[in-house]
């Protein structure tokens, strides 16, 4: 018994004695890394700033430390429309944005955030992971020096708020309307006049009368900026972002200078920090809504005629820009391929299974 006792000791003391010698062994094979990243959105908004800071933690913990990211809200460093620029030219390592913000560089980008009548938040996650989304889209930012990941979707968004009820399409003749990338293109063939504003200057600009109407994101976001103080009507379906992307963008070069096990860090990372994001939209919307509407705001469907025109003008603008640029045809015709296989799917089980649902539920049958 004595003998069986003192080796099991000793075994415990070997294995003690190798965590003792492989802790700073590892340790030591970590480097100490801390890098910047920019965000495009306030602090105030916790969904999305707060999914970059989701993000970091995440880093900072499965690093032990070792690899720390700094997250800075829109303006700090750069203005909130200027995080890819400072992300490409090595102003910072890393950013925190959507890429249809810069539409204007190349309309290609905004399939790595959302383009009209595209795909789910589920479906993107799909195409990225399952799909050639990845692939395409990483040929895409590797000449401005960017490596892309996912980081956050919100679902699908609502159409926005608005001054005056939209009835017909010739209500939108003028309508000088915040919403950004290729969204802001298709409005415009329907009589919207788009401006491109960032998250935090929407509000004061529709106080001011500068704008008629504003979309956003959806009821969690919304409610805390407070379109419906100075816009009562809500629409719905915002039918330019079925299911937004938010990402993160690395500078390529220095990303590539990570360890690898780095590297696959910032991957889990944005993988768990992109599921968290859209599980508080999803908890939060619903409650949030409720609230705008006990408050005054009234919700209302875009008229058939407006979706019919968005869906004629889209489909328009993607062979126009798919004419000038191999590179969107090239992207454009995968994306559209995955949904077309995507959608009879998903209307097929989760659309009679969430209409059958509400229909109940409205009935007031208690499960």
Same mark, same amino acid.
């Given at each position: 018994?004595?003998?069986?006792?003192?080796?099991?000791?000793?075994?415990?003391?070997?294995?003690?004695?190798?965590?003792?010698?492989?802790?700073?062994?590892?340790?030591?094979?970590?480097?100490?890394?801390?890098?910047?990243?920019?965000?495009?959105?306030?602090?105030?908004?916790?969904?999305?700033?707060?999914?970059?800071?989701?993000?970091?933690?995440?880093?900072?913990?499965?690093?032990?430390?070792?690899?720390?990211?700094?997250?800075?809200?829109?303006?700090?460093?750069?203005?909130?429309?200027?995080?890819?620029?400072?992300?490409?030219?090595?102003?910072?390592?890393?950013?925190?944005?959507?890429?249809?913000?810069?539409?204007?560089?190349?309309?290609?980008?905004?399939?790595?955030?959302? $383009?009209?009548?595209?795909?789910?938040?589920?479906?993107?996650?799909?195409?990225?992971?399952?799909?050639?989304?990845?692939?395409?889209?990483?040929?895409?930012?590797?000449?401005?020096?960017?490596?892309?990941?996912?980081?956050?979707?919100?679902?699908?968004?609502?159409?926005?708020?608005?001054?005056?009820?939209?009835?017909?399409?010739?209500?939108?003749?003028?309508?000088?309307?915040?919403?950004?990338?290729?969204?802001?293109?298709?409005?415009?063939?329907?009589?919207?006049?788009?401006?491109?504003?960032?998250?935090?200057?929407?509000?004061?600009?529709?106080?001011?009368?500068?704008?008629?109407?504003?979309?956003?994101?959806?009821?969690?976001?919304?409610?805390?900026?407070?379109?419906?103080?100075?816009?009562?009507?809500?629409?719905?379906?915002?039918?330019?972002?079925?299911?937004?992307?938010?990402?993160?963008?690395?500078?390529?070069?220095?990303?590539?200078?990570?360890?690898?096990?780095?590297?696959?860090?910032?991957?889990?990372?944005?993988?768990?920090?992109?599921?968290?994001?859209?599980?508080?939209?999803?908890?939060?919307?619903?409650?949030?809504?409720?609230?705008?509407?006990?408050?005054?705001?009234?919700?209302?469907?875009?008229?058939?005629?407006?979706?019919?025109?968005?869906?004629?003008?889209? $489909?328009?603008?993607?062979?126009?820009?798919?004419?000038?640029?191999?590179?969107?045809?090239?992207?454009?015709?995968?994306?559209?391929?995955?949904?077309?296989?995507?959608?009879?799917?998903?209307?097929?089980?989760?659309?009679?299974?969430?209409?059958?649902?509400?229909?109940?539920?409205?009935?007031?049958?208690?499960?």
């Amino acid at each position: 018994m004595q003998r069986r006792s003192f080796l099991k000791k000793a075994g415990m003391g070997m294995v003690a004695g190798t965590a003792a010698v492989g802790a700073p062994a590892l340790a030591q094979e970590n480097p100490s890394i801390k890098w910047r990243m920019a965000s495009s959105f306030p602090r105030s908004l916790p969904a999305l700033f707060g999914t970059s800071e989701k993000f970091v933690k995440y880093v900072n913990e499965a690093s032990d430390g070792k690899f720390v990211i700094d997250v800075f809200p829109a303006g700090e460093i750069v203005p909130a429309l200027q995080v890819m620029d400072a992300v490409s030219n090595g102003t910072v390592q890393a950013g925190h944005t959507c890429g249809y913000y810069y539409f204007g560089k190349n309309p290609a980008y905004c399939f790595d955030t959302a $383009v009209p009548f595209g795909l789910t938040a589920r479906q993107m996650m799909a195409w990225i992971l399952e799909g050639n989304g990845k692939a395409l889209l990483r040929e895409l930012f590797e000449p401005i020096n960017i490596v892309n990941f996912p980081l956050g979707n919100t679902g699908v968004q609502m159409g926005g708020w608005y001054r005056k009820e939209i009835n017909s399409l010739a209500d939108l003749k003028g309508l000088k309307m915040r919403t950004s990338g290729f969204a802001g293109e298709v409005l415009a063939r329907l009589g919207v006049i788009p401006q491109q504003i960032a998250g935090g200057d929407i509000y004061p600009s529709l106080e001011k009368g500068t704008l008629d109407a504003v979309e956003f994101v959806g009821p969690f976001d919304d409610e805390k900026l407070g379109f419906n103080k100075v816009a009562k009507y809500y629409y719905y379906p915002g039918f330019w972002e079925g299911g937004p992307q938010v990402s993160a963008y690395m500078n390529k070069g220095e990303f590539e200078k990570l360890p690898k096990n780095y590297q696959a860090i910032v991957e889990a990372a944005c993988m768990y920090a992109t599921a968290n994001m859209t599980a508080v939209y999803d908890a939060h919307n619903a409650g949030a809504l409720r609230r705008l509407i006990a408050g005054g705001a009234v919700l209302k469907e875009f008229p058939k005629e407006v979706l019919d025109a968005g869906y004629k003008a889209s $489909v328009e603008l993607y062979k126009e820009f798919s004419d000038k640029d191999p590179m969107f045809k090239k992207i454009h015709d995968d994306y559209m391929a995955f949904r077309d296989d995507l959608a009879p799917w998903f209307n097929l089980v989760e659309g009679s299974y969430t209409r059958y649902l509400a229909y109940a539920i409205s009935q007031g049958r208690k499960a």
